[in-house]
Nanobody, 126 residues
Framework: QVQLVESGGGLVQAGGSLRLSCAAS????????MAWFRQYPGKEREFVGA????????YYSDSVKGRFTVSRDNAKNTVYLQMNSLKPEDTAVYYC???????????????????WGQGTQVTVSS
């Protein structure tokens, strides 16, 4: 059973930075794609960015490309979301997710991900 635990959310001013962490356990993740999603109140979760655990290939939504970076630490079984140049519209609950769908795909639909963390709130003040 995959377990994901996020941490690192909080309050930051616009233009600032924040790093989220996602500690993963319960599997060997070499065949997994790990992703970050965010959710606004009353909206569905939307894709932010992802990383293939093996090889480290990353891809992002257009809204965060160039500002956010997904990385992983194999030794710690942890995935990170580094968020720079934060904007008030980045305010949301951020979720870590995992999928073992074929590693060559660019999985961005929340329905492709079967394991989720509990979420962490990020608030960006103007």
């Amino acid at each position: 059973q995959v377990q994901l635990v996020e941490s690192g959310g909080g309050l930051v001013q616009a233009g600032g930075s924040l790093r989220l962490s996602c500690a993963a356990s319960g599997r060997t993740f070499s065949s997994y794609t790990m992703a970050w999603f965010r959710q606004y109140p009353g909206k569905e979760r939307e894709f932010v960015g992802a990383i293939r655990w093996s090889g480290g290939y990353t891809y992002y939504s257009d809204s965060v490309k160039g500002r956010f970076t997904v990385s992983r630490d194999n030794a710690k079984n942890t995935v990170y979301l580094q968020m720079n140049s934060l904007k008030p519209e980045d305010t949301a609950v951020y979720y870590c997710a995992a999928t073992n769908r074929p590693i060559g795909g660019r999985w961005t639909d929340r329905r492709d991900f079967g394991s989720w963390g509990q979420g962490t709130q990020v608030t960006v003040s103007s």
